[in-house]
């Protein structure tokens, strides 16, 4: 383990790892966690923050662990050495701690399902989110260089090559709800156009000549891990809510705007034709 390990990425695979050596040694995560209780102390749910990465593993907890299910060599050697790496406070962020959880659960997602009216954050380049946050009433001016900095660095992870499949849908109305210089508009469309053309990606536009769909009216992302199974997120400027309950009316909400939108040749279309008029202004 190196010190350039991410403390957010640690703590995730120790989470994962934590579950796996806990099942191997045939506990069920009842039991462990009354155990564990009993003899680190604690509260109920605290073995299943430290196996979703909610939690930062203490010295006390990996030794119980390490003692309890009596893991290999090498397993209590990656274990420890995770829960070092997990241990120092992460890159600080102006985004703040709701942001840095969305950040630790999209970077363990397997799959994402994103619905939105408007660009989103994981769909801004840097300069357009720098552009797009000047007039927020919740960033003060001196942090919106970081946070749009955040923003193009979730992207970066969300739509690298080795990363999650992620499926995307974006109603029209959010390219004429652009932000900056035509030359930043442009390039942020043709970022767009750049991400609908690659292959873990499946992007479609619902024209506004489809009228009302609820799920532009009411956007969110869409999670599956192995760590959180499913999770809807809904973000809200007064707060951010992780939903695992009624999953199943997310994905019909996303389904039926899916549905209702072009075809992914067609949306790239689209896009092609905003970027010839942006760039011939």
């Not at 073995?47 to 299910?69: C, D, F, G, I």
């Amino acid at each position: 383990m190196t010190d350039q390990v991410d403390p957010y990425d640690a703590r995730m695979k120790f989470a994962k790892l934590a579950r796996q050596l806990r099942e191997a040694a045939g506990l069920g995560q009842g039991t462990a966690e009354a155990e564990l209780i009993e003899v680190v102390g604690g509260y109920d749910s605290l073995l299943s923050k430290l196996e979703t990465a909610q939690r930062v593993p203490k010295p006390a907890h990996v030794a119980w662990m390490l003692t309890r299910y009596n893991p290999s060599a090498v397993d209590a050697a990656a274990l420890q050495a995770l829960a070092d790496a997990a241990g120092p406070r992460a890159k600080a962020t102006v985004a703040g701690v709701q942001a840095r959880e969305y950040i630790a659960r999209i970077r363990r997602a397997e799959r994402i399902w994103m619905i939105y009216d408007e660009i989103p954050g994981s769909l801004q380049k840097r300069q357009f989110a720098y552009w797009a946050l000047q007039g927020s009433p919740f960033i003060e001016p001196g942090d919106v260089d970081a946070v749009a900095q955040d923003r193009a660095e979730r992207g970066e992870w969300i739509f690298r090559p080795d990363g999650p499949e992620v499926w995307i849908v974006l109603g029209e109305g959010a390219l004429d709800r652009l932000a900056g210089p035509p030359d930043v508009e442009a390039e942020e469309i043709e970022h767009l156009r750049d991400v609908a053309g690659r292959e873990k990606v499946h992007f479609r536009i619902v024209p506004n000549s489809v009228g009302f769909v609820t799920g532009l009216s009411n956007p969110f992302t869409l999670l599956r891990s192995e760590a959180d199974g499913w999770l809807a997120y809904v973000g809200h400027f007064a707060r951010n809510d992780y939903v695992k309950k009624g999953i199943h009316r997310f994905r019909e909400v996303f389904d039926d705007a899916w549905d209702r939108g072009v075809s992914e040749e067609q949306t790239r279309a689209i896009l092609d034709v905003r970027i010839a008029d942006l760039r011939q202004h």
